[in-house]
């Protein structure tokens, strides 16, 4: 393979990441958790952006609950954008032959 032309590609590679990692940031991702009395919404970039909480939750007297519905609610968002992201940027890389997960 002629050297310009793989650098060229791998130029236009480097671009459609960032591209697609901009992108990434303006999606989000919602969870749930306790069905439904907290959500949390996530953008692809793996930040948390929103955490509502359901006041029928919220009693002073059992804060674990609370604070375990709120840590599986963060914890299933993040997930989900860490999903999308590698779903997005495998896009990016099909057939490259890279390794799902490239750190990317």
């Known amino acids: 393979m002629n050297l310009k032309k793989m650098m060229q590609q791998a ?5 459609q990441m960032q591209s697609a990692q901009a992108d990434l940031a303006d999606k989000s991702v919602t969870a749930t ?9 996530a953008n692809g970039a793996g ?7 359901d006041k029928t ?5 059992d804060v674990e609950m609370l604070e375990d519905l709120v840590l599986t609610g963060v914890q299933k968002a993040i997930a ?11 896009k990016v890389t099909a057939g490259l032959g890279l390794p799902p997960g490239l750190g990317f």
């Open 11 to 15: 130029a236009k590679m480097q671009e």
């Open 33 to 41: 958790a306790g069905g439904g009395k907290v959500t949390v919404t």
């Open 47 to 53: 930040e948390v952006t929103a955490i509502k909480i």
């Open 57 to 61: 939750v919220v009693d002073p007297e």
């Open 80 to 90: 989900e954008a860490k999903a999308l992201a590698e779903s997005e940027m495998g």
